[in-house]
């Protein structure tokens, strides 16, 4: 130690005379330590987000592996693998692994009241043992007890900590305050901490939007569901024994581990397949870590990020030791005299390593700045609502990672400098200077240089990918037009608007209001407007009826809508008309289809005057519009509802339609205060509705593709800072031709041999490398893009243009890493390198 404290000593008074090569690392080490800290910090907040349960390594969810029967949907997906309310209660009577199991729903939208105003918010069933299981201590109150699931009278409710503060302003005196949830009382019983709700949901997306912690968590118990009691007395019924509904999360006992707890429940599902010959022979039960099956959708771009940040690691390791090399070379009769006084292999390895250390210091710190000022300012392309991501804080864990980083940078390329240099090479440099000798190994440069290169056509193509996802989702045709519109969330209380009578009442005399306001173009209600995540179905006894046959219909994408409603969205009527006021005042006979729906069902006949019966009901078609893009989702190709078409009918032909509706709005442009107007008309119409902000469609559009452009500012991050690193080291690379084979430069010269050969010269030197390079980051790229494949939109994980773009790329960037090193060596002429 001794002996590497006095380096360290030696190493600092050498900081003046190389400030050059300090400042060169600290540039190549903050860049790749920022980007590193940045990412890692995103990744901690997605795989280990802070835990409101305790001892949560144990808590397992329960899942079925092959569906409940062959018209199951894909058990990939959340709800194919849950468990239907029957099989948790056998599960539960015959388990021995687990201290108790709890259950959870799926996420419902409720209306709120008695906070600051009636607000939607988000609402989950639990049984009551479940948060016992989780191990949740309440921030305020108490959780589900006995007394609670006993009483008949008033429901008990639990607030998440956001609702807590967001609605009730973090009012301590919320506990015992009376609310209600879809106008059904409610006492509310305690406040839970953040995530308790989100940790009870999978992960479809790695940035999820802000705000998803607004949830309200009720009891799985007869009297507590209102309107949906009768779906859930279904589900408890042995009728739902193959209806998978809920999520149920075990904790394991003490003694029992997850390979004992997956043996016994491999037992207990050949009974329950047993039992029932409508389940598939592949029909299974096993236990999952909790922490696996949230994150399970996004583990692949999860594990891209993190070879990112890995390779922009390695890059920075390559690109420190080709700097750390180039100023040994320089101190090389140092070293020879070491050698020669008698200093051993690991004395050499010892001084390397002080120097790189002492010298990579400044690149942590200014890393650590780095990170720090890009997540606070950047917050990484999220728009709307709170800030998702916090700015890093000078914490001790975070100060420890970047120390940690900088010391791995440092080791590498000590290593990398003590085996690229020959130690008889160096005695010989004390006979000859250090131009005779000294030089490293040929192939350790090379070697770094292919890394550097393989990484940077890797993470290019992982950037280009998301970039052009990112354009086609931002730019492409929706199929209305997204300027000058917004929607407005209405929900109608239950009670006083049952039938669809009365909610047409309460349309007409909205719309006719709004209408009337100065700047208004169109406006017109929905039930799923694009980008609001809402999908509604027709079901039943569905026959359609063309001039050329007649047909059954299974299922029908629907939206119930008023006149006013394309126009409003500016969607184009391609043959017939659009809704009219007379079509609201009427029975609601007619329907409107889109291109889509024609391509479907309508083979080769006239889709206007077609007739789909709805039961008993004909309902005519008069127009034909365009096709829209539901949804802004980076996930593979168009929704089934876009494909499938959609059939637009008016709310009369709905005994009991939803009270849930999206008011949407055109307005002439430059108004942006017509919005605020239209929030009050609503309110001012019915003042028990719930009535939501007005959101602008490229306001959504921004929104619903915040997680897919963070994602892509990651990786393209990266990837600059990848191929900057690389230009540096293919630069310093032809530097080193330059300077080693300068007199032969200038022989060549003399003899009249033409720029070309130099620049040919300089290729063999580093074609195959930069060849091998390239090679290695196309398998790597092809890689990067499978993990990624999940958050595209529109390309291909293996896109060939976009390997040709990348291509292109790299290309002018080794032409303008070479232009320095190439115009020196033309300059190059025999005299001058005589004289040296």
Aim: hydrophobic residues 45%.
């Amino acid at each position: 130690m001794r002996d590497l404290f006095r380096e360290l000593v030696v190493a600092s008074r050498q900081l003046r005379a190389a400030r050059g090569a300090v400042a060169s690392l600290t540039v190549a080490i903050a860049l790749s330590v920022g980007a590193n800290l940045a990412v890692f910090s995103q990744l901690w907040n997605v795989i280990a987000p802070s835990s409101p349960f305790a001892d949560d390594e144990r808590l397992v969810v329960v899942e079925n592996t092959g569906g409940y029967s062959t018209e199951d949907m894909d058990a990939a997906l959340p709800y194919g693998r849950r468990l239907s309310v029957p099989d948790v209660r056998d599960v539960e009577d015959q388990q021995r692994s687990f201290i108790g199991l709890g259950t959870a729903t799926s996420t419902f939208t409720a209306v709120l009241s008695g906070a600051d105003r009636p607000r939607a918010v988000c609402r989950m069933f639990v049984s009551p043992r479940m948060l016992e299981v989780m191990g949740v201590t309440p921030v305020l109150g108490h959780t589900f007890g006995r007394a609670d699931s006993e009483s008949n009278k008033t429901g008990a409710v639990l607030l998440t900590e956001g609702v807590w503060r967001r609605y009730f302003a973090g009012d301590p005196s919320v506990v015992g305050r009376s609310v209600q949830l879809d106008e059904q009382p409610f006492s509310v019983i305690g406040v839970l901490p953040r995530n308790t709700a989100d940790m009870l949901i999978a992960r479809t997306e790695l940035f999820p939007s802000p705000g998803t912690d607004l949830c309200v968590i009720t009891p799985l118990e007869r009297g507590s569901a209102g309107e949906a009691e009768g779906v859930l007395e279904y589900l408890r019924s042995e009728r739902g024994r193959n209806a998978p509904s809920l999520l149920a999360v075990g904790r394991l006992r003490p003694e029992s581990s997850l390979a004992q707890a997956n043996v016994e429940l491999a037992v207990i599902a050949a009974q329950l397949r047993d039992r029932n010959p409508q389940r598939p022979r592949n029909f299974g039960l096993r236990a999952v870590p909790l922490r696996t099956w949230q994150t399970r959708a996004v583990r692949g771009v999860l594990m891209m990020l993190a070879g990112a940040a890995a390779l922009t690691l390695l890059v920075a390791c390559a690109n420190t030791g080709g700097l750390l090399m180039a100023e040994c070379v320089k101190r090389a009769p140092e070293f020879a005299t070491r050698i020669a006084l008698g200093a051993t292999r690991g004395h050499v390895l010892r001084v390397m390593l002080a120097r790189a250390t002492l010298w990579s210091l400044p690149g942590g710190l200014v890393g650590l700045l780095l990170a720090s000022a890009a997540v606070g300012v950047g917050r990484w392309g999220s728009v709307g609502g709170p800030a998702p991501i916090e700015s890093l804080r000078l914490h001790a864990w975070l100060v420890a990672i970047s120390a940690a980083l900088t010391l791995v940078v440092a080791l590498v390329s000590a290593a990398a400098t003590a085996w690229g240099l020959r130690t008889g090479s160096l005695v010989q440099s004390l006979r000859g200077g250090a131009s005779s000798g000294g030089h490293p190994r040929r192939s350790t440069p090379m070697i770094l240089l292919t890394v550097q290169m393989s990484a940077a056509v890797a993470l290019t193509f992982g950037a280009a990918l998301l970039l052009r996802s990112m354009w086609l989702l931002s730019s492409g045709d929706y199929g209305f037009d997204l300027q000058h519109g917004f929607v407005v969330e209405v929900r109608l209380p239950r009670s006083r608007y049952q039938a669809s009578s009365d909610q047409i009442r309460f349309y007409d005399r909205a719309l006719s209001r709004i209408r009337a306001l100065p700047g208004v173009v169109a406006a017109g209600f929905s039930s799923s407007p694009p980008l609001t995540d809402s999908v509604s179905t027709l079901s039943g006894d569905l026959m359609l009826t063309t001039s050329t046959e007649t047909r059954k219909i299974e299922r029908l994408n629907a939206q119930v809508v008023t006149s006013g409603y394309f126009e409003a969205l500016g969607k184009r009527v391609q043959r017939g008309r659009s809704f009219s006021q007379d079509d609201d005042r009427g029975a609601g006979t007619n329907i409107v289809v889109d291109e889509a729906f024609c391509r479907r069902f309508i083979r080769g006949a006239d889709a206007l005057g077609a007739t789909l019966w709805f039961g008993r009901d004909p309902l005519t078609v008069i127009g034909i519009v365009t096709g829209t893009r539901q949804s802004a989702g980076a996930i593979g190709p168009p929704s089934a509802q876009e494909a499938g078409g959609t059939v637009y009918l008016h709310p009369a032909k709905l005994a009991r339609p939803t009270t849930w509706r999206f008011l949407v709005v055109r307005t002439i442009p430059g108004r942006p205060e017509v919005a605020g107007v239209v929030v009050s008309e609503l309110r001012g119409v019915e003042a028990a509705a719930v009535v939501g902000d007005s959101k602008t469609f490229t306001g959504l559009l921004a929104t619903k593709t915040a997680g897919h452009r963070r994602l892509s500012v990651l990786i393209t991050v990266m990837g600059c800072i990848v191929i900057l690193l690389a230009t540096a080291s293919l630069t310093a690379a032809l530097s080193q031709l330059v300077t080693l084979r300068s007199r032969e430069i200038a022989i060549r010269s003399a003899l009249g041999a033409p720029p070309a050969q130099i620049v040919a010269l300089a290729m063999q030197y580093v074609g195959a490398t930069l060849a091998s390079g390239i090679v290695l980051g196309v398998g790597a790229g092809v890689l990067s893009g499978r993990a990624l494949a999940s958050q595209l939109y529109g390309v291909h994980s293996t896109d060939p243009w976009t390997f040709a773009v990348v291509f292109v790329v790299l290309l002018v960037v080794c032409v303008v890493a070479g232009i320095g090193p190439m115009r020196r060596a033309c300059r190059i002429d025999l005299p001058s390198v005589s004289r040296q």
